[in-house]
């Protein structure tokens, strides 16, 4: 949904500073076998983290949060959440 805040028109500079974020995707096991999955490397002076986490919220169905500068996605979201960020414009890597 090109309505979204996340979506907007990028300007040149906008552009530049997404492209040169390289945002990791991994997973963590936490209590009970539950998977949880972390996105980190935003720069929080360029991007809002908390409507980045909305949206991602929003494009895997599923609850999640954020702590500090990385946004905690309930299960194990890796690709759609790459697919959702490549779409927005960020170089993305997912780690093992």
Same mark, same amino acid.
């Given at each position: 949904?090109? =309505? =979204? @805040?996340? %979506?907007? =028109?990028?300007?040149?500079? =906008?552009?530049? $500073?997404?492209?040169?974020?390289?945002? &990791?995707? !991994?997973? #963590? @096991?936490?209590?009970?076998?539950?998977?949880?999955?972390?996105?980190?490397? %935003?720069?929080?002076?360029? !991007? #809002?983290? @908390?409507?980045? $986490?909305? &949206?991602?919220? @929003?494009? &895997? $169905?599923?609850?999640?949060?954020?702590?500090?500068?990385?946004?905690?996605?309930?299960?194990?979201?890796? #690709?759609?959440?790459?697919?959702?960020? !490549?779409?927005?414009?960020?170089?993305?890597?997912?780690?093992?």
């Amino acid at each position: 949904m090109k =309505d =979204d @805040k996340i %979506f907007r =028109d990028l300007t040149p500079l =906008d552009e530049i $500073a997404r492209e040169s974020q390289v945002i &990791t995707i !991994e997973t #963590d @096991k936490r209590r009970y076998g539950k998977w949880v999955t972390i996105v980190s490397g %935003f720069d929080p002076h360029s !991007e #809002d983290i @908390k409507e980045l $986490a909305k &949206t991602l919220k @929003k494009k &895997t $169905a599923t609850g999640g949060t954020v702590k500090g500068e990385k946004i905690e996605l309930q299960g194990d979201q890796r #690709d759609r959440v790459k697919r959702v960020l !490549e779409d927005m414009g960020f170089k993305v890597e997912i780690s093992e």
